[in-house]
């Protein structure tokens, strides 16, 4: 079995191709481990990363910007609509083969859509960074520091460009 990634569409504001949203994301997740794979963060060792490509499933969840506020409020303290919101569960399983959720994002599908606006690039680019993003916090990335966001934010453009996502 491979990783998995579910997806959850909680919003009716926006259409969403789910078909399409399913396959981009299996396909990033796996573009995602593999640049873990070949360049090692300290925090995240190879047998984690293991599991997780045979085993880890990420839940995804899209919203509007009326629940992701509420959220970000919740969780982080902040009162405004965010883009993502990544929630790590799990990176280790004793169980080897077993299925384990290693993580949930909560994407805004209003603020994808502004945010492509904005940008100037498609919808498809802004969920396929987005996921992307998430993904990098839930295996342990930040971008707190400067090399921190280096480190993050260059592995994000390589994972997307790797899949065709280009800017």
């Known amino acids: ?20 949203f399913r396959g981009a994301a299996q396909e990033l997740l796996a573009a995602v481990l593999d640049n873990v794979k070949k360049k090692p963060a300290p925090f995240i060792n190879k047998k984690q990363l293991k599991n997780l490509s045979e085993s880890g499933i990420l839940s995804v969840v899209f919203v509007s910007n009326k629940e992701i506020r509420k959220l970000n409020k919740e969780w982080r303290g902040k009162d405004y609509a965010t883009d993502v919101l990544s929630f790590p569960l799990e990176l280790d399983s004793e169980l080897n083969g077993v299925p384990f959720e ?50 993050m934010f260059g592995r994000q453009k390589e994972i997307l460009n790797h899949c065709g996502y280009m800017r």
Do not use: P, T
């Open 102 to 151: 290693m993580g949930e994002l909560i994407i805004s599908l209003e603020k994808a859509q502004e945010q492509a606006e904005e940008y100037g690039h498609s919808f498809e680019r802004e969920l396929a960074f987005l996921f992307v993003h998430g993904c990098l916090h839930v295996l342990g990335f930040d971008h707190m520091s400067k090399a921190e966001e280096i480190d």
């Open 1 to 20: 079995m491979a990783s998995q990634v579910l997806v959850s569409n909680r919003q009716r504001r926006l259409k969403l191709d789910s078909k399409w």
